[in-house]
């Protein structure tokens, strides 16, 4: 399994409001089966855990990414769908 530091990584700042800005990495994670994707999540969990809000961790918030996913990002859905089985 490839770690994260091998992955082909580009980031990206992006600003979203104002002063506000947000920095995305593009990393190549083919099509998630091969550990590649798993490896770059374990090293960015933590930060990414720390995030979440209690609603977050239930059901309901479950429902409402999901939704999210499927309104704004659709061709993200069937990976999403991957990843929670």
């Known amino acids: 399994m490839r770690g994260h530091s091998e992955l082909s990584v580009r980031p990206v700042t992006v600003a979203i409001v104002g002063a506000l800005r947000k920095t995305f990495q593009a990393m190549d994670i083919g099509d998630g089966s091969d ?17 979440l809000t209690d609603e977050a961790r239930t ?7 999901r939704q999210r996913f499927e309104q704004h990002m659709p ?11």
């Not at 550990?35 to 995030?51: I, S, T």
């Not at 059901?59 to 990414?65: I, Y």
Request: hydrophobic share 55%; no cysteine.
């Open 75 to 85: 061709e993200l859905v069937p990976a999403l769908d991957r990843l929670v089985r």
């Open 35 to 51: 550990g590649r994707f798993a490896g770059a999540l374990r090293d960015q969990w933590p930060r990414a855990e720390a995030a």
């Open 59 to 65: 059901p309901a918030g479950a429902a409402l990414a």
